[in-house]
């Protein structure tokens, strides 16, 4: 095991990893900008190193200044947690050059994983189904002559990147080439790359996804699936597992083939691959995350493996110590991220100070947070202020301990979406397990959404 690992992140990620870290007795070093100086994050790891000011360019996505602060500190391995440099082969292979262990997959498998066409085209050859759709467009005119092949409606989705950047639901023709040109700006500013794909459309689809966890050694796991249906923007708001509505056949199946996949593509640590399954259990694969993902909590809970502690064990060197007979799910977990957002103004995100904080507790319970009273939300970063983990023996006295601990959450200084999540969790659809990917704009009037 590692003596020490630098933590390239922020937030309730980093504190996550240093609590990981300090459960397998290894040293943290937390990588920090000028905005974070005053962090929980900052103030719990063992060693702390500034990295830039507060914009991420010049921080957290500044690559010689983090690995300068690797190699000045002593630490082993870099943990880049999710966002920023997690999914940046090219931060890998440098950390490689360096003599500094990535605590992630090989670039390799982030290089193929990261082009979505790519992707596709490895996935299926790996076995698993996919929607129709295209090869890498960079011209109105490609994606026209494209759309005419695929037909309306349809997605467009940025060839590189995620996060829900450029996607965009086009279910007319006229709309086509305005809608082209908008997702094709928006993907070139966020990542340096303006190439599209298209993709059939599934209306009402379930968003389903599959963790991964492979080794260095061809050994590799899947841990249950997780539902991530409702979303704005294509941004996930809450999390659960296991997923209603999947079956035991399904889940088993989806898992199977999602493992066998991974580890045909030389996959290590901790991995997700996300589906879309229509109304008659038919899916779909849509991308590979290759990194931990803001919902692993649900999966730790339903399963009682520590995803973090495994990244960090895989990463080390160690062989896989359980098999897939060992993986049994257990109850129900679901995870509502709260974040420093307006609902009624579309999600709209929100800076201030936290003038009073009182998390919730009790059985089944789990915040992860990085927040206290005084605390100034920056404006640099993402909107995530804390994530809510509740677990109950069944899925409807989760719902119920959602409402309670919700009830209990106290965050004052800058509006979150915990209104919206109580409100949800009353929603006849969400309560049957029927949310579908579109449901919150085709029913954002009765959560007070606006656009």
């Excluded at 193929?112 to 005119?141: C, E, I, Y």
Aim: overall charge negative; proline content about 6%; charged content about 25%.
């Amino acid at each position: 095991m590692f003596q020490k690992v630098l933590i390239a992140n922020r937030g309730e990620i980093a504190l996550r990893v240093i609590r990981a870290c300090r459960e397998l007795g290894v040293g943290t070093v937390i990588a920090y900008s000028e905005a974070d100086q005053d962090s929980l994050p900052v103030r719990l790891a063992d060693e702390r190193i500034c990295i830039g000011p507060g914009p991420s360019s010049k921080s957290y996505l500044h690559i010689p200044n983090l690995i300068s602060a690797a190699m000045l500190t002593g630490a082993e391995a870099i943990h880049p947690g999710y966002g920023f440099l997690s999914e940046n082969p090219s931060f890998a292979e440098i950390c490689a050059d360096c003599g500094i262990v990535f605590i992630g997959p090989p670039p390799a498998a982030m290089v193929q994983m990261g082009d979505k066409v790519q992707a596709r085209d490895a996935m299926m050859r790996g076995g698993l189904p996919m929607l129709p759709g295209t090869d890498v467009l960079r011209s109105v005119g490609e994606g026209v002559a494209a759309a005419a092949r695929i037909g309306f409606p349809l997605m467009l989705k940025a060839a590189a990147g995620g996060g829900g950047r450029g996607i965009r639901l086009v279910r007319r023709p006229e709309e086509f080439d305005h809608v082209f040109t908008t997702a094709q700006s928006e993907v070139r500013e966020a990542f340096h790359d303006d190439g599209l794909y298209v993709e059939k459309y599934l209306g009402r689809a379930k968003h389903v996804e599959v963790q991964v966890l492979c080794d260095n050694y061809g050994n590799g796991v899947y841990l249950g699936e997780r539902n991530c249906s409702v979303q704005r923007r294509h941004q996930k708001l809450i999390e659960e597992s296991p997923s209603p509505g999947v079956p035991e056949a399904l889940r088993r199946e989806m898992g199977q083939r999602g493992i066998a996949a991974a580890l045909a593509i030389g996959y290590r640590g901790v991995g997700t691959l996300e589906f879309l399954v229509d109304e008659d259990n038919n899916y779909y694969f849509m991308e590979m995350n290759t990194r931990l993902q803001v919902e692993h909590p649900v999966t730790e809970w339903v399963t009682s493996i520590d995803l973090v502690q495994a990244q960090l064990r895989v990463a080390a060197g160690e062989p896989l110590w359980f098999s897939q007979d060992d993986v049994v799910l257990r109850g129900h977990s679901i995870e509502f991220r709260i974040t420093a957002e307006d609902p009624s103004y579309d999600f709209r995100p929100q800076t201030g100070t936290i003038e009073k904080y009182l998390p919730p507790s009790g059985p089944g319970t789990r915040v992860d947070s990085h927040l206290f009273v005084g605390y100034d939300v920056p404006p640099h970063y993402d909107s995530l202020l804390s994530k809510l983990i509740v677990w109950a023996p069944s899925r409807l006295e989760a719902i119920a301990r959602g409402k309670r601990a919700l009830g209990e959450y106290e965050i004052e200084g800058v509006p979150t979406t915990i209104p919206f999540h109580l409100k949800l969790l009353e929603h006849d659809t969400f309560v049957r397990g029927e949310a579908y990917t579109n449901f919150l704009a085709d029913h954002g009037e009765e959560f007070g959404i606006k656009g």
